[in-house]
T-cell receptor
């Protein structure tokens, strides 16, 4: 059974640029969530996707957007990058929609200069 | 508004002894709680969870205790092993909800 995978592992961007992060859910999982983890903090919920639609969003501006594909893989897009967007971005998948336990990937470390 | 708090940023325990990690929450709507463990350069790994209908759940060396009246939960690791050295996150949610709300984490160090 393949776990959650994310790419790339590290990324450096400059302020104002756009970035796309990718995630492949654990095999058989149909729900994917994205989290942002700033240094020294716990992960913060960005949004969740189920059946290719956003289903729940945390306190993040619209320049954070996402997609879920029919094979349950997912993308997180961030436009107009700001310095404070520098963080570890974590993707998590759940076997069923509404299931509490989420399984995390290794994350993408984004640095905005 | 920090709804889930882990007030100890770090904890140091001798190998073989008990490690106790604590977590407090403020939102009484939370009814499901999880503990995750995180090594550097890896994502959080699910350890153990508990529903609010229980006050204890065990899985091998790991036991989670829930005190709903105090809005407090704790993770006990017995006996502690060097491989347990990691950052531990407490998370809370409402059953059927989309998001997990995490604490800030506690760095556990097991000394030989």
């Amino acid at each position: 059974e393949t776990g959650v995978t994310q790419s790339p592992t590290h990324l450096i961007k400059t302020r104002g640029q756009q970035v796309t992060l990718r995630c492949s859910s654990q095999s058989g999982h149909n729900t994917v969530s994205w989290y942002q983890q700033a240094l020294g903090q716990g992960p913060q919920f960005i949004f969740q996707y189920y059946r290719e639609e956003e289903n729940g969003r945390g306190n993040f501006p619209p320049r954070f957007s996402g997609l879920q594909f029919p094979n349950y893989s997912s993308e997180l897009n961030v436009n107009a990058l700001e310095l404070d967007d520098s963080a570890l971005y974590l993707c998590a998948s759940s076997f069923l929609f509404g299931e509490e336990t989420q399984y995390f990937g290794p994350g993408t470390r984004l640095l905005v200069l | 508004d920090q709804q889930v708090k882990q007030n100890s940023p770090s904890l140091s325990v001798q190998e073989g002894r008990i490690s106790i990690l604590n977590c407090d929450y403020t939102n009484s709507m939370f009814d499901y709680f999880l503990w995750y463990k995180k090594y550097p350069a890896e994502g959080p790994t699910f350890l153990i969870s508990i529903s609010s209908i229980k006050d204890k759940n065990e899985d091998g060396r790991f036991t989670v205790f829930l005190n709903k009246s105090a809005k407090h939960l704790s993770l006990h690791i017995v006996p502690s092993q060097p491989g347990d050295s990691a950052v531990y996150f407490c998370a809370a949610t409402m059953q059927g909800a989309q998001k997990l709300v995490f604490g800030q984490g506690t760095r556990l160090t097991i000394n030989p």
